[in-house]
């Protein structure tokens, strides 16, 4: 169970940390709203990386803390932690690469993982109850 709390935590500290990202780049823009759709804008880029983590990190967060509850298999620590890891290699990529209109390998690697992971933990929690 540690290991959920702490990947948890850690995709908070990712959430929250990436909307202070965006409002410190909307000051830096002098925007109150909305964005320059240039894929290779910071706040574009930032805006992005922040929805990404919003669409997936309150779900991943209930599947990690109630898997992590049913007393789990070893396996499923490790998936734990390779999904946090993969949210965070989207971000870098998603901020690190020089546009958004070219796959960068850390967003994709970034979301395999995080496709295959999300699913390995909803099947356990599925099979929690059968």
């Known amino acids: 169970m540690m290991i959920a709390v702490v990947c948890v935590a850690l995709l908070g500290i990712l959430l929250f940390g990436l909307g202070l990202l965006v409002s410190l780049r909307r000051g830096s823009e002098n925007k109150t709203t909305g ?5 290779t804008n910071s706040l574009n880029k930032a805006m992005r990386a922040h929805g990404n983590t919003a669409e997936y990190a309150p ?12 007393d789990p298999a070893a ?15 989207i971000v870098v990529g998603l901020l ?4 958004m209109d070219k796959p960068h390998p850390l967003r994709f690697v ?11 933990l909803s099947i356990a929690t599925a099979l929690t109850v059968l």
């Open 35 to 39: 964005f320059d759709p240039d894929p």
């Open 59 to 70: 779900f991943l967060a209930v599947l990690f803390l109630y898997v992590a509850s049913t």
């Open 75 to 89: 396996w499923v620590g490790w998936v734990i932690m390779a999904i946090t890891l993969c949210r965070y290699l």
């Open 96 to 99: 690190a690469g020089a546009t």
């Open 110 to 120: 970034g979301a395999l993982g995080t496709y295959a992971g999300g699913l390995a």
